[in-house]
């Protein structure tokens, strides 16, 4: 039985005629599904789909580089504009390749699952009769035997199973065909696609990915409070968030320092972790590569750099404010950028921007810079501004970033006082009196990215299906072969061998030259030389 | 102790100058090709012809052609080699190693294809695509030996490159086969028995059947750089999949072979249609790897540059 195929499949063979539809809604119904399911739709989409992802590549995108898109934004507000309103920064969630891909869905699944119903039926079908005229085959051979029809019979019977064909006798002939299993990988292969299409549905729904900065010496717990951002899919509750909490103890990068380049190349970043859940703690080490799994989430290492701990005290010596800050890196040598705000026990309400340098020197200039991505020589410098910080307002804020509009600089910039200057464990005075700073300890941060994606496992299940149903389609071939025996006087006999490709078979020739050498190597029967 | 990435980059040019040799032979082998006896044409349509195996057949100037490919092939590996040793780790890590490593992959890939068909008449083209590109990399990429990245160090990192190396250069001849198949059409269309290097190479139908075996090989090991891409994307950044715009066009290039392959199967695409296809598919390949390394910013930014 062939494979059901579109009417417009094309293998090489010469065109059949090809039926008109019949008129009337039902039969233009079936017109256009036809016409959804055919190769040519199934092709066009494909290349649509293709070509509507290259915008996905040269505009930046809200999913992959949102700073990217704020900078589009910035720099060209009026195209901006324009290609928003064409759903060009969310290519991948728009609306016209949302519409692409699901044609493509219905498509795929209305072209497979006919397909699948008839694979069935063939499966258990025999092969088809033997044709009256082999002859005409291009891949033919005639050979002449000795034996009884019978015996001849048996021997085509055994040389067609042990070569994989599935065997029906037709008389004096045997029919054979085998492959079937390429038709099973090639549905196999497409059903994996929708496996993949489904998941990757379903987890963006399921899924949540949190981000946290965490200071050596600090303890997350696994809850929406404790995360600083948190992407939750659209069916996402808090049941989902397993109760645990991971402790950072330490956290180790190593450095290569490149004498040519004079660049200091990082070669391992190692966090010491502890994980503790109901069950009691556990030491782990989270590497670059190496997210820690547990029960169903991941928690990866993305990022670090170094959280000076800061202490201000109040003209009158009183600690205000004492905590690990995490300055976040600039450069490879981690010249690190970061912001304290301090609303409360002051005179007036503080805000610093401060830039640390783990191995500081001086340039010509006097600015500071650091050459080396390890604390050698650390120096924290410090802006300071008073006024009002905005904090009471209810706007949220950003605690990496300082909006210094309303406020007033105290020093650094413009004011003509020097900014702040401290070595490790150095205190120094803010001017005018309003207290005092001290850079009391260094600590390091990471970031940790915890993700779950419950349909992760179905994916990687699909993709391997998606590889195996490939590699078995390439290397199966359907064929078909036939031989007849035509018995003749003195227990002589003649046999006609045939095969029939179906589908690319660039071994045909060397299929049939083996079932001919097979046959002949039987022990029921003789092939004449 | 022996500098191996300089020992690497002598070996290079080394090879280099030996393709030029090999390069030149096959031009001129297939200059003068035209005095030798046509291969009968297979009508449209039909079956794959037998095509020649062995290159029992070849002209004195493609046998130096192909020593001097197999000669220069060995200096090149033992340059990647050396590449490898010097950085202590595998030599495909930038621009520069992925270069070499994926043009040692397109000649590997045309030798080892000479065991199975006659295609002695692409190496021309690949000792010429190879030259080129050895040339660019070594010019313009040239990157010193440093440690990687640790999101980089990754066995997935290995698996992946490696793999979309080998895609590659199975795509590179398909697409080869591809062009030669389309020029074949048109001649065998025009029915131009003038044209007599054209008839000394094989007709369009035994070029399409084998530039689609070609392709479909690379296709899987694409589609494997896929999977295994988006392991390591997993384990790195912590998602399979994010768009990132090598990932784009990783999908792009996917979907455009299978494309192809439908094409193959769809009526009024099989031959010369599909042909284009395969040719923009290995175009965008092409593209993935100059610009969109050089100019698009992205996770993958691994260029070296
Ligand atoms: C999501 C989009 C699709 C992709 C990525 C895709 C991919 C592929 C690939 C790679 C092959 C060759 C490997 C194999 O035979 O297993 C193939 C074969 C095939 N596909 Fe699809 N396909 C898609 C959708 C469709 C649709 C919608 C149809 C129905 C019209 C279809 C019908 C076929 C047929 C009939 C073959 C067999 C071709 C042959 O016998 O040579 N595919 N497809």
């Given at each position: 039985?062939?494979?059901?195929?579109?009417?417009?499949?094309?293998?090489?063979?010469?065109?059949?005629?090809?039926?008109?539809?019949?008129?009337?809604?039902?039969?233009?119904?079936r017109?256009?599904?036809?016409?959804?399911?055919?190769?040519?739709?199934?092709?066009?989409?494909?290349?649509?789909?293709?070509?509507?992802?290259?915008?996905?590549?040269?505009?930046?995108?809200?999913?992959?580089?949102?700073?990217?898109?704020?900078?589009?934004?910035?720099?060209?507000?009026?195209?901006?504009?324009?290609?928003?309103?064409?759903?060009?920064?969310?290519?991948?969630?728009?609306?016209?390749f949302?519409?692409?891909?699901?044609?493509?869905?219905?498509?795929?699944?209305?072209?497979?699952?006919?397909?699948?119903?008839?694979?069935?039926?063939?499966?258990?079908?025999?092969?088809?009769?033997t044709?009256?005229?082999?002859?005409?085959?291009?891949?033919?051979?005639?050979?002449?035997?000795?034996?009884?029809?019978?015996?001849?019979?048996?021997?085509?019977?055994?040389?067609?199973?042990?070569?994989g064909?599935?065997?029906?006798?037709?008389?004096?002939?045997?029919?054979?065909?085998?492959?079937?299993?390429?038709?099973?990988?090639?549905?196999?292969?497409?059903?994996?696609?929708?496996?993949?299409?489904?998941?990757?549905?379903?987890?963006?729904?399921?899924?949540?990915?949190?981000?946290?900065?965490?200071?050596?010496?600090?303890?997350?717990?696994?809850?929406?409070?404790?995360?600083?951002?948190?992407?939750?899919?659209?069916?996402?509750?808090?049941?989902?968030?397993?109760?645990?909490?991971?402790?950072?103890?330490?956290?180790?990068?190593?450095?290569?320092?490149d004498?040519?380049?004079?660049f200091?190349?990082?070669?391992?970043f190692?966090?010491?972790?502890?994980?503790?859940?109901?069950?009691?703690?556990?030491?782990?080490?989270?590497?670059?590569?190496?997210?820690?799994?547990?029960?169903?989430?991941?928690?990866?290492?993305?990022?670090?750099?170094?959280?000076?701990?800061?202490?201000?005290?109040?003209?009158?010596?009183?600690?205000?404010?004492?905590?690990?800050?995490?300055?976040?890196?600039?450069?490879?040598?981690?010249?690190?950028?970061?912001?304290?705000?301090?609303?409360?026990?002051?005179?007036?309400?503080?805000?610093?921007?401060?830039?640390?340098?783990?191995?500081?020197?001086?340039?010509?200039?006097?600015?500071?810079?650091?050459?080396?991505?390890?604390?050698?020589?650390?120096?924290?410098?410090?802006?300071?501004?008073r006024?009002?910080?905005?904090?009471?307002?209810?706007?949220?804020?950003?605690?990496?970033?300082?909006?210094?509009?309303?406020?007033?600089?105290?020093?650094?910039?413009?004011?003509?006082?020097?900014?702040?200057?401290?070595?490790l464990?150095?205190?120094?005075?803010?001017?005018?009196?309003?207290?005092?700073?001290?850079?009391?300890?260094?600590?390091?941060?990471?970031?940790?990215?915890?993700?779950?994606?419950?349909?992760q496992?179905?994916?990687?299940?699909?993709?391997?299906?998606?590889?195996?149903?490939?590699?078995?389609?390439?290397?199966?071939?359907?064929?078909?072969?036939?031989?007849?025996?035509?018995?003749?006087?003195?227990?002589?006999?003649?046999?006609?061998?045939?095969?029939?490709?179906?589908?690319?078979?660039?071994?045909?020739?060397?299929?049939?030259?083996?079932?001919?050498?097979?046959?002949?190597?039987?022990?029921?029967?003789?092939?004449?030389? | 102790?022996?500098?191996?990435?300089?020992?690497?980059?002598?070996?290079?040019?080394?090879?280099?100058?030996?393709?030029?040799?090999?390069?030149?032979?096959?031009?001129?082998?297939?200059?003068?090709?035209?005095?030798?006896k046509?291969?009968?044409?297979?009508?449209?349509?039909g079956?794959?012809?037998?095509?020649?195996?062995?290159?029992?057949?070849?002209?004195?100037?493609?046998?130096?052609?192909?020593?001097?490919s197999?000669?220069?092939?060995?200096?090149?590996?033992?340059?990647?080699?050396?590449?490898?040793?010097?950085?202590?780790r595998?030599?495909?890590?930038?621009?520069?190693?992925?270069?070499?490593?994926?043009?040692?992959?397109i000649?590997?890939?045309?030798?080892?294809?000479?065991?199975?068909?006659?295609?002695?008449?692409?190496?021309?083209?690949?000792?010429?695509?190879?030259?080129?590109?050895?040339?660019?990399?070594?010019?313009?990429?040239?990157?010193?030996?440093?440690?990687?990245?640790?999101?980089?160090?990754?066995g997935?990192?290995?698996?992946?490159?490696?793999?979309?190396?080998?895609?590659?250069?199975?795509?590179?001849?398909?697409?080869?086969?591809?062009?030669l198949?389309?020029?074949?059409?048109?001649?065998?269309?025009?029915?131009?028995?003038?044209?007599?290097?054209m008839?000394?190479?094989?007709?369009?139908?035994?070029?399409?059947?084998?530039?689609?075996?070609?392709?479909?090989?690379?296709?899987?090991?694409?589609?494997?750089?896929?999977?295994?891409?988006?392991?390591?994307?997993?384990?790195?950044?912590?998602?399979?999949?994010?768009?990132?715009?090598?990932?784009?066009w990783?999908?792009?290039?996917?979907?455009?072979?299978?494309?192809?392959?439908?094409?193959?199967?769809?009526r009024?695409?099989?031959?010369?249609?599909?042909?284009?296809?395969?040719?923009?598919?290995?175009?965008?390949?092409?593209?993935?790897?100059?610009?969109?390394?050089?100019?698009?910013?992205?996770?993958?930014?691994?260029?070296?540059?």
């Amino acid at each position: 039985m062939e494979p059901l195929r579109p009417s417009d499949y094309d293998d090489g063979a010469p065109e059949r005629p090809i039926q008109q539809p019949s008129l009337g809604w039902v039969g233009f119904g079936r017109f256009m599904w036809r016409q959804l399911t055919s190769m040519r739709t199934a092709l066009v989409l494909l290349l649509l789909l293709a070509l509507a992802s290259i915008p996905g590549s040269l505009v930046p995108q809200r999913s992959s580089d949102p700073n990217g898109v704020v900078q589009f934004r910035r720099d060209d507000p009026e195209l901006f504009e324009i290609l928003d309103a064409l759903q060009l920064f969310d290519t991948f969630t728009s609306v016209w390749f949302s519409a692409i891909y699901l044609l493509l869905f219905i498509s795929l699944v209305g072209c497979i699952l006919p397909r699948t119903s008839h694979h069935l039926k063939a499966l258990t079908s025999p092969p088809p009769d033997t044709p009256a005229r082999l002859e005409r085959f291009e891949h033919y051979r005639k050979e002449t035997a000795e034996g009884t029809p019978e015996e001849l019979l048996d021997a085509a019977k055994e040389t067609l199973t042990s070569h994989g064909y599935r065997v029906k006798v037709d008389g004096t002939s045997v029919s054979g065909e085998r492959g079937y299993l390429r038709e099973t990988a090639n549905l196999v292969f497409h059903f994996a696609l929708v496996g993949i299409l489904v998941g990757l549905a379903v987890g963006t729904g399921f899924k949540y990915q949190g981000q946290r900065v965490l200071v050596e010496g600090q303890t997350f717990t696994n809850q929406l409070t404790s995360y600083d951002s948190f992407n939750p899919g659209r069916f996402f509750s808090d049941a989902s968030l397993e109760p645990y909490s991971l402790t950072l103890n330490s956290f180790t990068p190593t450095y290569q320092f490149d004498l040519t380049s004079g660049f200091a190349n990082p070669l391992d970043f190692v966090a010491d972790v502890t994980l503790r859940d109901a069950e009691g703690a556990q030491d782990l080490e989270l590497r670059v590569n190496e997210p820690i799994d547990y029960a169903g989430t991941s928690v990866y290492l993305l990022g670090n750099g170094f959280a000076p701990w800061i202490t201000v005290y109040s003209p009158s010596g009183d600690v205000v404010f004492s905590q690990p800050v995490a300055f976040l890196p600039q450069d490879s040598n981690l010249t690190s950028l970061g912001v304290v705000k301090i609303p409360d026990g002051l005179p007036e309400q503080l805000g610093m921007i401060g830039f640390f340098y783990p191995s500081a020197v001086a340039l010509e200039t006097g600015a500071l810079t650091s050459v080396y991505p390890e604390p050698d020589q650390p120096v924290l410098t410090l802006n300071v501004f008073r006024g009002d910080l905005g904090l009471d307002e209810g706007i949220p804020r950003n605690v990496y970033s300082l909006d210094t509009d309303e406020l007033t600089q105290v020093t650094g910039g413009d004011t003509g006082v020097d900014s702040l200057v401290m070595g490790l464990g150095e205190r120094a005075e803010i001017p005018g009196g309003l207290g005092s700073v001290e850079f009391t300890e260094l600590r390091r941060f990471v970031s940790v990215d915890v993700h779950r994606d419950p349909t992760q496992l179905p994916v990687a299940i699909s993709a391997v299906f998606i590889m195996a149903g490939l590699i078995m389609t390439l290397f199966v071939t359907r064929r078909r072969a036939w031989i007849k025996i035509t018995p003749g006087k003195k227990g002589q006999a003649t046999l006609e061998f045939a095969v029939l490709a179906r589908g690319e078979d660039p071994g045909l020739r060397r299929g049939l030259d083996d079932l001919v050498e097979a046959f002949s190597q039987s022990t029921k029967s003789r092939l004449n030389p | 102790m022996l500098d191996f990435a300089y020992l690497s980059l002598v070996g290079v040019y080394s090879a280099m100058a030996v393709y030029t040799v090999a390069f030149l032979a096959f031009t001129w082998d297939l200059a003068t090709r035209s005095a030798k006896k046509p291969v009968p044409v297979m009508a449209g349509g039909g079956r794959e012809a037998e095509a020649p195996a062995a290159p029992a057949t070849w002209g004195p100037f493609q046998r130096i052609g192909l020593t001097l490919s197999v000669l220069a092939w060995i200096v090149h590996l033992l340059a990647t080699i050396g590449r490898g040793i010097a950085g202590n780790r595998v030599p495909w890590a930038n621009m520069f190693e992925f270069g070499l490593t994926s043009t040692l992959l397109i000649v590997a890939v045309f030798l080892g294809t000479l065991f199975w068909k006659d295609l002695g008449y692409l190496g021309a083209y690949v000792t010429g695509f190879v030259l080129l590109a050895l040339g660019v990399v070594t010019v313009n990429f040239y990157v010193d030996v440093v440690p990687l990245p640790p999101a980089l160090q990754s066995g997935w990192l290995v698996i992946h490159v490696f793999v979309a190396s080998t895609a590659t250069a199975f795509f590179a001849l398909g697409a080869a086969l591809s062009v030669l198949q389309l020029v074949r059409a048109r001649f065998e269309a025009r029915q131009m028995a003038k044209a007599r290097i054209m008839n000394t190479l094989p007709g369009s139908s035994v070029m399409e059947s084998l530039a689609y075996r070609l392709n479909v090989v690379g296709f899987v090991l694409w589609s494997f750089t896929l999977i295994a891409g988006a392991i390591w994307a997993e384990r790195a950044w912590g998602r399979y999949w994010g768009w990132d715009v090598k990932e784009v066009w990783t999908v792009i290039i996917w979907v455009l072979f299978a494309g192809y392959i439908h094409a193959r199967a769809t009526r009024g695409w099989r031959g010369s249609r599909a042909a284009w296809l395969g040719i923009i598919g290995f175009g965008a390949v092409l593209f993935n790897y100059t610009v969109v390394n050089i100019a698009f910013t992205g996770l993958h930014s691994y260029s070296g540059l």
